[in-house]
C-alpha cells in the first residue's frame, strides 16, 4: 500500500523560515515527479513547486526566490525549503507524487501558518 507523509509544519513569524519533507512508503519518490501544494479554507489547491524525476524544477511566482524544491535521492525525500515566509503563505502544504497514466498519491497535508 501506497503512503506519503509530509512533516516540518508548523508556526513561523513573517520573515522566518520552514522546511518541509515528503517520504513515502510503497513507492520510490526518485522515480517520480513530485510536487508541494497549499490550500487555504474555500480555495482551490495550487501548485507551489514540483521537481521531475531528472531535477527539472517549476515554480509559483509567489513563491519565486524564497521557495526552493529539492530531492535527496539518497534518503529518498523531497523538500520544500521555505524563507521569507508571509502572513498569505499560511495554508495546508501537500505533497502529490506522479505516476505514469494518470495515477497520482497525495499526503494528508502539514499546516503552515505565518503570524508575527
Known amino acids: 500500500q501506497v503512503q506519503v507523509v509530509e512533516s516540518g509544519g508548523g508556526l513561523a513569524q513573517p520573515g522566518g523560515s520552514l522546511s518541509l519533507a515528503c517520504a513515502a512508503s510503497?513507492?520510490?519518490?526518485?522515480?517520480?515527479?513530485v510536487g508541494w501544494y497549499r490550500q487555504t479554507p474555500g480555495d482551490e489547491r495550487e501548485l507551489v513547486a514540483s521537481?521531475?524525476?531528472?531535477?527539472?524544477?517549476d515554480s509559483a511566482d509567489s513563491v519565486l526566490g524564497r521557495f526552493t524544491i529539492s530531492r535527496d535521492n539518497a534518503k529518498d525525500r523531497v523538500y520544500l525549503q521555505m524563507n521569507s515566509l508571509k502572513p498569505e503563505d499560511t495554508a495546508v502544504y501537500y505533497c502529490?507524487?506522479?505516476?505514469?497514466?494518470?495515477?497520482?498519491?497525495w499526503g494528508q497535508g502539514t499546516q503552515v501558518s505565518v503570524s508575527p
Open positions: 502529490k507524487v506522479d505516476l505514469p497514466y494518470g495515477v497520482a498519491y
Open positions: 510503497g513507492i520510490s519518490l526518485r522515480t517520480y515527479a
Open positions: 521537481i521531475t524525476r531528472g531535477g527539472r524544477i
